[in-house]
């Protein structure tokens, strides 16, 4: 391969052909390989199999959300993969009425996904969306819920994006690229009719995709493009599905922002003059951003993540020094009331909130160590109510604590660190210590609660997240330091991180293993090649680390959406800038860590031939004796088996992984 007068030799550029007999082979033989490896553990797998199980209440439901006068919820029976979609009408203790068991669509599939339905306006009827392989094509289906029998024909290889207008038979849905994968259409479909469905909107930029969404008053639906760092919003009124959407601002270079209504007008969150975002208020039409008017002003130290609006109130998503905050404000007078929080370290978000019209928020909180709760916050009492907490059979949250340090990067940029860990730890440098990185998209990692590593915690392992920039924890400029030119940084904050804990005494420095998947999977690749020496094993989940093969070709998924992020390596500088840290291109002639390394066939997000390229050219390359193990899921895409109980396998796997190289074999 040649550009810029460069060129790169790619032996196992092969690998990419999908249906080639070598291929499969090849993947299979890799499986066959990590099982014999891991035989060994075949005792401690199975019990920490049996650990992770025993965390999962089997008859757990979700508490309703109210939408109409039913109480919605889905809920699991024991032994059952998947969830029952449920409602009840009036009151909680009514009769139940089955919306849909996903377990008797998954039956005799490999894969299954089937989120929470869309509920008509009149709760007649539901737009279920299912995928049955893992790649995200998912078909739509509408279900007459007074029949129990499904209306017309499914709409086939949508995203599964879908919206009811207020008419109950009109159904605006987005559709994808059969190749590149973009959300390039939304279409419009009447039920009963035989007219194809109609094109509402092509988005013809490729660095753009598009998506419907309906606003909480249910007044208008949005059709929202999107790219990495611009945004356009185009309106239709609810009531009139059939009339042409108006662009609500046109699209600007680095302009991002989103709009909610808010009955009396349109919010706009946007960046315009506010790197941090601001709140602006504006009429209920297409408007120029002069027509603006402040309502929540621009603050350097304050991330606004989202707003939410409610008839009386409306909720601020922030975050402050990398904590998730939440505040409600009064509509009427503008009070300003922050939830308290008790952990030091914790994940605040707003829940499902359908009803526009509710005296309450619903707030979801988690910490570390603390599972997640449900909580209702009432307007009138200004109090915190709570209504359910996650049920974690066989775990006792008093014997866990969280905690937060900060390291100092080598540019002098402090980098918040969340710890979990058994209470009674010692930092004494004799503990074994996982530390997960992600570092990119602006996506910050919270420091959500999980049920599963516990099996670590209880083995003596300490668990940190590096909260490295490329995210946006400590705010817009978070992200904008970890991407493109400044990719760098992401990789070298993961770095000094390890060794500021290493320094604090946390963890033994030869019993540190490390984690990431999909964009933190390129982290792991990039740690590795620059500092083998920190890790003893390395975990990289379906990892993005072919960075100049991919975002050269135009025809993979999600390639051109992703200029923004990495750099478009067909400008030379971009090019040289991501050579210096693609994992794939800069694996050499050096001892390295032991991998396990794990991979999707139909994922669509990573192609499969990425992570099984670089285990091969890791095993051509590599000095040393340690352990290349590809594990390949070859009927699941990019987030892995689809069943509650089944996805627990590649956990046990990974686990089991690091209690080997650690010499605890039960």
């Not at 060129?7 to 014999?36: A, G, I, T």
């Not at 308290?340 to 910490?367: C, G, H, K």
Request: glycine share 6%; proline share 5%; aromatic share 12%.
């Amino acid at each position: 391969m040649e550009i810029h007068g460069l060129q790169r030799n790619d032996p196992w550029f092969w690998m990419k052909e999908r249906e080639n007999p070598e291929l499969l082979k090849h993947l299979s033989n890799e499986n066959e390989y990590v099982e014999k490896v891991l035989a060994p553990m075949k005792d401690t797998r199975e019990k920490i199999l049996g650990e992770l199980r025993a965390r999962i209440k089997e008859d757990d439901s979700t508490y309703p959300f109210v939408l109409h006068g039913y109480h919605y919820y889905k809920r699991f029976e024991p032994k059952k993969e998947y969830p029952i979609y449920a409602r009840r009408k009036g009151s909680r203790s009514a009769t139940e009425e089955i919306l849909l068991d996903v377990n008797v669509l998954a039956a005799g599939k490999e894969y299954t996904s089937v989120p929470f339905p869309e509920i008509s306006p009149d709760s007649s009827k539901i737009i279920y969306a299912a995928d049955f392989t893992g790649r995200r094509f998912y078909d739509l289906y509408v279900k007459d819920l007074k029949t129990g029998k499904l209306i017309g024909k499914p709409i086939e290889k949508t995203t599964g994006n879908a919206e009811w207008a207020n008419d109950n038979k009109t159904i605006f849905y987005a559709k994808q690229h059969p190749e590149t994968l973009r959300s390039q259409w939304i279409y419009r479909h009447e039920l009963g009719s035989a007219a194809p469905d109609f094109l509402v909107y092509e988005e013809k930029e490729d660095t753009f995709g598009v998506q419907v969404q309906k606003s909480r008053t249910d007044s208008f639906l949005f059709l929202a493009s999107y790219s990495t760092l611009s945004n356009e919003w185009r309106i239709i009124d609810a009531n009139r599905p059939l009339e042409a959407p108006v662009v609500f601002l046109p699209r600007e270079k680095e302009h991002e922002y989103s709009i909610e209504d808010g009955g009396d007008g349109f919010y706009v969150a946007t960046n315009w003059k506010a790197k941090n975002f601001r709140l602006m208020k504006a009429p209920h039409r297409a408007s120029k951003k002069e027509e603006w008017t402040v309502v929540v002003p621009h603050r350097s130290d304050v991330l606004l993540e989202g707003v939410t609006f409610f008839k009386t109130h409306y909720v601020l998503s922030e975050r402050v020094k990398g904590q998730t905050m939440l505040t409600v404000v009064t509509r009427a007078s503008g009070k300003s009331s922050p939830i308290p929080f008790p952990d030091p370290v914790f994940v605040a978000s707003v829940d499902t909130n359908p009803e526009y019209d509710a005296p309450f928020l619903r707030y979801r909180y988690e910490s570390l160590s603390r599972p997640a709760t449900v909580f209702d916050y009432s307007f009138m009492t200004e109090k915190s109510e709570q209504r359910k907490q996650q049920e974690v059979p066989t775990f006792d949250a008093s014997l866990y604590e969280s905690d937060r340090v900060w390291a100092t990067a080598r540019d002098g940029t402090a980098v918040p660190i969340s710890l979990v860990y058994r209470k009674g730890f010692e930092k004494n440098a004799k503990a074994p210590m996982l530390i997960y990185g992600y570092g990119s998209y602006g996506s910050s990692m919270e420091p959500w609660f999980q049920r599963d590593i516990v099996s670590l915690l209880d083995r003596g392992f300490v668990y940190a997240m590096a909260h490295i920039r490329g995210g946006s924890e400590m705010g817009r400029h978070w992200y904008d330091n970890g991407k493109v030119m400044h990719k760098m940084n992401t990789f070298t904050d993961f770095i000094d991180c390890t060794e500021h804990l290493i320094k604090l005494r946390y963890a033994d420095p030869k019993r540190i293993y490390a984690e990431g998947a999909s964009a933190g999977g390129l982290l792991m690749g990039a740690v590795a090649n620059m500092r083998p020496d920190l890790y003893r094993g390395i975990n990289a989940g379906v990892p993005f680390v072919d960075v100049l093969t991919t975002m050269l070709d135009d025809s993979i998924p999600l390639t051109t959406g992703e200029y923004d992020e990495w750099g478009d390596p067909r400008k030379a500088e971009n090019y040289k800038y991501i050579a210096q840290y693609s994992p794939y291109d800069n694996v050499k002639a050096q001892d390295y860590p032991h991998f396990l390394i794990t991979s999707g066939l139909h994922d669509s997000q990573v192609q499969y031939w990425e992570p099984t390229k670089w285990a091969a050219k890791l095993r051509k390359l590599k000095t040393n004796g340690n352990l290349v193990l590809l594990f390949t899921e070859m009927d699941a895409g990019h987030g892995g088996a689809s069943g509650r109980f089944e996805a627990l396998k590649q956990t046990a796997l990974e686990y089991s992984f690091y209690l080997m190289l650690d010499g605890q074999r039960e």
